[in-house]
């Protein structure tokens, strides 16, 4: 829901659901990854990307039907583990001093416990939304 073109030839947009969902309000809802995976397992070579954007579910708990669920997918209940994983694969497949963008809503679970998970250190980051819940933190990997 961030990319500007969904459809841009430099992006590869991954998801571990490909669905299509109709909404209470009638809309429908369609997850089309370019690529099926699971981000605890990124099916990459080691350094092969400048960029990554990391935007996992943030929701530990949610309706089994509800909207939210739907839209944003959930977390297991293993999701620090899942997440701990998440971020060393995000910095295994970026090359030496590439960037890596984590986007996180911090409705249920505090930025300060998703940080908790990497020994990467954020260079920057940004709060936005309604009630400034979402976070945009960046990375920049070492140059090992």
């Known amino acids: 829901m961030m990319w500007f073109d969904k459809n841009d030839q430099r992006a ?27 981000f605890r397992h ?4 080691d ?3 400048k960029l990554v954007v990391f ?16 839209k944003y997918g959930m977390l297991t209940k293993d999701w620090r583990e899942d997440l701990r994983q998440g ?5 295994r497949v970026l090359e030496p001093e590439g960037i890596l963008i984590f986007k996180w809503n ?19 980051g ?7 819940k979402t976070h945009w933190i960046t990375f920049m990997k070492g140059k090992q």
């Open 12 to 38: 590869l947009f991954g998801d571990i659901r490909d669905e299509e969902r109709l909404l209470c309000d009638g809309r429908v809802l369609r997850v089309e990854p370019d690529v099926l995976i699971d």
């Open 55 to 70: 935007d996992p579910p943030h929701l530990t708990r949610a309706g089994v039907d509800s909207w939210m669920r739907a």
């Open 47 to 49: 350094g092969k990307f």
């Open 126 to 132: 940004h709060k936005s939304g309604k009630r400034e």
């Open 106 to 124: 911090e409705t249920q679970v505090l930025v300060s416990e998703l940080l908790a998970l990497t020994p990467e250190k954020p260079l920057f």
């Open 87 to 91: 971020f060393t694969e995000c910095f």
């Open 42 to 45: 990124l099916p990459f070579e």
